[in-house]
């Protein structure tokens, strides 16, 4: 898909690979739209993107508010009219044992980024299906493929994201709509910081994968984008892990197992 011109709708775009993908998107051509809840933050990215001479659009919503959701759509579609490219990145989620996660954090993971994607994808589909074009991206990550321990609702949450797409890759079958997922390794953004405690349960295995940054991230989508690539997975030692984890999934997951994150003995 050319990216050129196009409107992109960025969720989470106030931090992060959200932020990152905005600029790199204004500076591909597009017409990026934020949404986060933070506006000062997406303030700041807005100025950023406009500073270096392209036009940027930030609407602040709480995704996991579906009524909320709708609307801001209404507003973005009335303004500036369907997006030809929505990118469903909003995410949180802390790194913790089924044990240490209260139900009310398990239903909070789930809302974000599973249900925000959910929320945000039902407000613009109709439309872009009327319109029989566009692209919807859905970011997710390697622990969508394969798991280690003291992750557990944040991992099921990530599985609710690469479902949901690939449910919708067969429903927009043969529809003029695209559907890209992308799952990388880590990346160093603000998630670890938001998310604190999570980034020290990186299973041994993960650690040989270089950490990429936002940008870096955020490249490789406007590379998948244009390339209208079904799946994204950054970095190069990440798509290996991905080839040897299809060969020998049961080799993989006992390594991602055995090298993770356990708890103290008691
Ligand atoms: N960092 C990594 O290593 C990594 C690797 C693979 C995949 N990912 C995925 O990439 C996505 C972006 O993560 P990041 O690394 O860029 O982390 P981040 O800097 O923490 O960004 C998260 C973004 O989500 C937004 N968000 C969270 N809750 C929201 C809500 N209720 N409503 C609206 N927006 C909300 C935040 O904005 P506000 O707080 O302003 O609302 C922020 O812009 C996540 O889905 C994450 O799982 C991250």
């Known amino acids: ?52 001479g392209a036009q940027a659009w930030t609407y602040s919503v709480d995704l996991r508010d579906a009524d909320a959701v709708a609307a801001v759509a209404q507003e973005i579609m009335t303004e500036l009219g369907t997006p030809d490219i929505v990118i469903n990145n909003a995410g949180a989620g802390r790194w913790l044992f089924v044990d240490e996660t209260s139900p009310e954090e398990a239903v909070q993971m789930m809302a974000v980024p599973y249900f925000a994607a959910f929320n945000v994808t039902h407000a613009f589909l109709a439309a872009m299906l009327r319109r029989n074009s566009g692209h919807i991206v859905n970011i997710s990550s390697a622990g969508s493929r394969f798991v280690w321990p003291g992750a557990t609702a944040y991992l099921a949450a990530r599985w609710a994201v690469r479902g949901f797409t690939e449910a919708l890759r067969a429903d927009l079958n043969g529809t003029g709509i695209g559907v890209t997922l992308y799952e990388s390794g ?14 020290e349960r990186l299973p041994k295995m993960g650690k040989l994968i270089p950490e990429i940054t936002a940008e870096q991230a955020a490249n490789a989508i406007v590379n998948g984008i244009e390339s209208n690539r079904g799946l994204i997975v950054v970095p190069f030692m990440m798509r290996l892990t991905y080839w040897l984890h299809a060969a020998f999934p049961g080799i993989v997951q006992w390594l991602m197992t055995k090298t993770g994150f356990h708890r103290a003995r008691v």
């Open 186 to 199: 880590v990346v160093s953004s603000s998630y670890w910081e938001h998310n604190p405690g999570s980034h």
């Open 1 to 52: 898909m050319i990216i050129s011109g196009k409107l992109v709708l960025i969720t989470g775009a106030s931090s992060g690979i959200g932020a990152a993908t905005a600029k790199a998107m204004a500076k591909a051509g597009a017409r990026p739209v934020l949404l986060a809840r933070r506006t000062e933050a997406l303030d700041h990215v807005v100025a950023e993107i406009t500073s270096a």
